[in-house]
């Protein structure tokens, strides 16, 4: 066999196999520690891809603060370590995996591993380690702040230290700041001191008891060797005081204490501005309130103006916080925006914030001036304000800052128009000039009305007509005297349509008042008429027959000359 | 007479007119869907005070807040008495740092009322005078109280004619807002012109002629030439 026709089959078989080979590794750098120490898991596995560190499920009492990840290439194939950091809060034994890991050669298993934690070692304060702890004052009041000074005083190394947490009832504590460290000679003893500094405020009487515990590593003394390439070892240890701080918590006192006091402690300042001071009912006013001073300002608001009948408000906005280091002394402004209600209101009232003045021991109450203010304008019905005011609560410390914001949505939709829609037009004209029309329509009726009722003529002449269709009616039923009633109608049709005196109707008169408007031939025809009228009453009436043509020529020719005469 | 309260119940029940749409973004409000909720908002043919209001607010929500107070301005037209569109549109101003001039005197005399009521208030105190003259030929006793009926239904027509003209669109729809941050205003309609003033995010101008994508605006005594789309009419809302 030809080993140089092979050789290049050699190596990628041994490559491939060193590819699918994934070895898998898992242990500890410690099997036992105590309670609040930290251990390594270290986890090392050769893999192809690039993948991240594997999330460990741990036990109860375990916990990972972190993890670091290591890759090393070798010969072409990569191994990963990573180190998880635990931290053991309970003594006791801890079986950590069996874990089975998921690799790009396929699933890898893990043995379990065991880790025994031991109670925390507590070191009695010695004359080689010490903690001392102080308070600005050994009795307060609630909300009133004091500082605590922390001092460790060693003469051994000593690395970080830690506060164990711990509950906290009745009192806030900050965060610890370490403020100095250096060298004190105690009693012909060298020690070194580093002190912590931090603010503690009660929220409730009572008693205090401070008893801080600290978790502190201790580093061991090595050889010189080392020390020299700082191969040093430590150990955690908890060190605490011999004897708790105690701190008595006074109320203050109830004697002289304003109504609207609200556990504020310290010296502060109010400042007040309003903007504009002339507006229209329903304009806004900006309120700017700054509360300044050293004290409890942390917890503390400026006072804002409350509902009333001569104002709506909105919730005061915070616009601006600034506290100085000390965490007690800066300033705060809020904003708050104010609507006066009705025309009239002359002044915005003043605003009051009482405090507890623990330098003279007196309740003081400060407050902004009145601003006088002119509001004009049409007064509006008043709304039920929804928008509320800052509730200040007399447990100052609960009191949350409400912010600011939009006000909500309308919820109540309003008819939508397009702008061609409101442009005044023909609707607008017409339904306006309408009731003018009908007006002067009327009035000219009511007119013509008026002056028939002052002309009897006029009213005669106008109902002329009407009755005359109402006596033709008549002469249907008479049988006997045709033209008598004939005579009758003519009569009083002619007088009253002509304004002649009724019942001396003759010839010539009647043919003085004819207008021209009636022709000729019918003017010949109503003189007929009355000739026959006149002969009836000698000769008497004609027959039956004769009657019934005479009563419908007499209907032909009267109606003929009405309209004649109605043109 | 009896068609007065018709005419009544039509000017002051709008309460009982709804969208549905109106009522859907407010749900998407609730639930902090703002582009939805200003979706149903625009929906909406036209505009209202409120309506406008609402859609102000939903910008707001956004972060678009130049567009929010160009309808804020155009709600606070249409009813200047609504306290809630006062502090919201002043919220606004305050974020985009500008003073937005208040609305003209007569505006604000006329603002307990919108166009439409007071176009109905014209036509209602029209019918009263002439129907007050019309009854005084039935009523004897009416033609006593004319002495002051006359007086006072004619003060009412002048004064809804007044509050008619006070609430026309046209003084508004010639108003803007300048969107971009910054814009700068030139002497002639030329991107190489001269620049004459500058005019921060928010400010609000008064629209002029037209120059092909140019326009002419007013914004306190200056007046100069700016990019059509750097502002937003309140017209084109």
Known sequence: MNVKVYRPLLIFVFLFANLLRAEVHMDLSKSSISVDDTVELILSYKDNGFPRPPSLPLPDGLRELGNSNQQITINGHTEYTVRYILKASAPGSYTIGPYKLKTTQGDQNLDAITLTVTPAKVLEADENLFVTLESSSSEVLVRETIELTLSFYTRINIGNINLIESPREGYELSDWREIQSGTRNIQGKNYRVNQFLARLTPTKTGTIELNPIFNVSVIQRGSSYDALFGNRSS?????????????????????????????HLGDFSLNASASPREVNVGDPITLRVELSGRGSLQQALPPGLKESENFKVYQPRLINEEMRNDGLSGRKIIEQVIIPKHAGVSKIPSLEFSYYDTETKKYKTIQTPPFAITVTGENKEETPSTFSSLNFSPEPLETELLGDDLLYLKTQPTPTHTLKQLQPGWTLIGLSGLPFLTWAFSGLLMRKREQSVKDPHAQRRQQAPKRLRKHLAKLDHADDDIYRVIWEILSEYLSARLSLPPGELNLSDVSEKLPTTVNTAQKQALENWMQRCDLARFAGTSSTETQADTRKEFRGFILKLDRELGR | MKFLPFLFFTLFSFTLWADPAFEQGRSLYDQGEFEQALESYLQIPGFSANLDYNRANTLMRLGRTPEALAYYRRALWQKSSDPDIRANLQRASTQLEIILPPLPLYRRMAGFMTTKQWQWTLIISCWIFAGFGMLQYRIPQFKTAAAWVFPLAGLLILSSIAGTWATLPAHWTKEA?????????????????????????????????????????????????IPSDSVISLESL
Do not use: C
Not at chain 1, 235 to 258: D, F, H, M, S, Y
Not at chain 2, 178 to 207: C, K, N, W, Y
């Open chain 1, 235 to 263: 150990e955690n240890v908890r060190v605490q005081l011999p004897e708790p701080l105690k701190i008595k918590v006074n109320a203050p006192p109830t004697e002289g204490q304003p109504e609207d006091y609200s556990g």
């Open chain 2, 177 to 225: 807002i300048v969107m971009p941050e910054h814009v700068t205003a030139r002497f002639e309609p030329l991107p190489d012109a001269t620049e004459h003033f500058s005019i921060p995010q928010g400010t609000l101008v008064i629209l002029g002629e037209k120059s092909r994508n140019w326009v002419r605006i007013r914004s306190g005594e200056n007046q100069g030439w």
